[in-house]
T-cell receptor, first 116, second 117 residues
Framework: GAVVSQHPSRVICKSGTSVKIECRSLDFQATTMFWYRQFPKQSLMLMAT?????????EQGVEKDKFLINHASLTLSTLTVTSAHPEDSSFYIC????????????FGSGTRLTVV | QQQVKQSPQSLIVQKGGISIINCAYE??????FPWYQQFPGKGPALLIAIRPDVSEKKEGRFTISFNKSAKQFSLHIMDSQPGDSATYFCAASRGRGNSNSGYALNFGKGTSLLVTP
């Protein structure tokens, strides 16, 4: 149980376009989802926290207009990278949690974004 | 600001040896300390976690040692195997507290472990 599915696993997009990444909880209700970013050989850095039905809370230095987060249901959160630039190329990972599942227990498998 | 400091950055251990990774933290509000294993191109997977009310927790070949007064904790991998070669992250959070689902993690910088045959 407690499976988090992240899609796509890999995406390449042109500079200036937008990319949407999905994070789904498959077998539990995810009231909270965290979005992390990981640069090569670096640690995971929290970007934002999303609670179902509420606006996301962004960490300092993360542009909320660039990284749009929607958590409209108890099983789905999306991260949209708008007007992507090469410096946005990174590994994006979500984690999900709820009343029955710790949010630090289950991570998605990550999305490798490459902006060319 | 890195809230959790992890060392070493990389580690090479022979098969059958003991791998030891250390972490230190400053924020005394942290009360939950998990360790994760990450393979290239994958998300992190929870290995083992400890709360500060115990000094040691063992699960199979993995043991966490926790020193509350020193604000340090470490991961020991006994009988290390080539399949253990991965990046290991320590982390700290405030546990559940007032949150139903828990709080975001503060990760260490990671340790790249290579277990040689």
């Amino acid at each position: 149980g407690a499976v988090v599915s992240q899609h796509p696993s890999r995406v390449i997009c042109k500079s200036g376009t937008s990319v949407k990444i999905e994070c789904r909880s498959l077998d539990f209700q995810a009231t909270t989802m965290f979005w992390y970013r990981q640069f090569p050989k670096q640690s995971l850095m929290l970007m934002a926290t999303s609670n179902e039905g509420s606006k996301a809370t962004y960490e300092q230095g993360v542009e909320k207009d660039k990284f749009l987060i929607n958590h409209a249901s108890l099983t789905l959160s999306t991260l949209t990278v708008t007007s992507a630039h090469p410096e946005d190329s990174s590994f994006y990972i979500c984690s999900a949690g709820g009343p029955s599942v710790r949010v630090d227990y289950t991570f998605g498998s990550g999305t490798r974004l490459t902006v060319v | 600001q890195q809230q959790v400091k992890q060392s070493p950055q990389s580690l090479i251990v022979q098969k059958g040896g003991i791998s030891i990774i250390n972490c230190a933290y400053e924020n005394t509000a942290f009360d939950y300390f998990p360790w994760y294993q990450q393979f290239p191109g994958k998300g992190p997977a929870l290995l083992i976690a400890i709360r500060p009310d115990v000094s040691e927790k063992k699960e199979g070949r993995f043991t966490i040692s926790f020193n509350k007064s020193a604000k340090q904790f470490s991961l020991h991998i006994m009988d290390s195997q080539p399949g253990d070669s991965a990046t290991y992250f320590c982390a700290a959070s405030r546990g559940r507290g007032n949150s139903n689902s828990g709080y975001a993690l503060n990760f260490g910088k990671g340790t790249s472990l290579l277990v040689t045959p």
